[in-house]
């Protein structure tokens, strides 16, 4: 099953990915986690992507496409993977539909998770991620058992810089010029499901399962 998350920053794409990687264990793909990782062990992507970052603006797609190219053709990815933040821009969707179709493969659903913009701006502040392992929580909606702890692996959670109110908004504005017409784009291919991503996350992950399963 090979599986694209699409939604705004925010909308919970990453909580998704992570529960639906556990139930059909396949990998999960974040662009945002591999950037992370790289700014972390300061490589020379990390420090290219790290200016864009910063700004709440999107990486070039040079830097972007033939990692994850290279990425879906490793071994763990042969049942199927769930791809978390790309493609972002039509020229990225272009990118990957090319590879794939040399694969002789395709996508089979991409998933767009829908919350309107007015409550991103709450998700984003209370979000807090794990430097660990990338696992991300909310103060309010999806408190931590041990505050500040990663459930998962224990180590410390951050209010990551790019989470704060001056960086959302332009997040948000980048995403409805550049990856909002990636809607469209996989309507057009008949992959495209919606849900609903206001409700309680298990709620989302429930009718996600049974879009895959219907
Ligand atoms: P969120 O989950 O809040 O949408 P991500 O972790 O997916 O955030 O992305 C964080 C930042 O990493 C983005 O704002 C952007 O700068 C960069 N990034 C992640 N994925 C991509 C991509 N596919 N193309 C370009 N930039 C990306
Ligand atoms: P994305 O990957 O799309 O940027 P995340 O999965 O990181 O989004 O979720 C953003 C924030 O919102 C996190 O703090 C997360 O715990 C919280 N969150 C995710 N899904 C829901 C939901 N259905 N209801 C309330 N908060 C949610
Ligand atoms: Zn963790």
């Not at 010029?177 to 409700?199: A, C, H, S, W």
């Amino acid at each position: 099953m090979k599986i694209i998350m699409l939604g705004a920053p925010g909308a919970g794409k990453g909580t998704q990915a992570k529960m639906l990687a556990d139930k059909y264990e396949i990998p999960h793909i974040s662009t945002g986690d591999i950037f992370r990782a790289n700014i972390k062990n300061e490589t020379e992507l990390g420090k290219k992507a790290k200016e864009y970052m910063d700004k709440g603006l999107l990486v070039p797609d040079e830097l972007t496409c033939n990692l994850v190219v290279d990425r879906i053709q490793q071994e763990d990815c042969k049942k199927g993977y769930i791809l978390d933040g790309f493609p972002r821009t039509i020229p990225q969707a272009e990118a990957l539909d090319k590879a794939l179709t040399e694969l002789n493969d395709k996508i089979d659903y991409a998933i767009n998770v829908e919350v309107p913009d007015e409550n991103i701006v709450g998700r984003m502040s209370g979000r807090r991620a794990c430097v660990g392992c990338g696992a991300t929580y909310h103060i309010v909606y999806n408190p931590t058992k041990e505050e500040g702890i990663c459930d998962r692996c224990g180590k410390e959670l951050i209010l990551r810089d790019d989470d704060k109110p001056e960086t959302v908004q332009k997040r948000l504005n980048v995403y409805h010029e550049q990856t909002q017409p990636l809607i469209d784009f996989y309507k057009n291919k008949g992959v495209l499901k919606e849900v609903d991503g206001t409700v309680d996350m298990n709620d989302v992950f429930n009718a996600i399962v049974k879009v895959l399963e219907s």
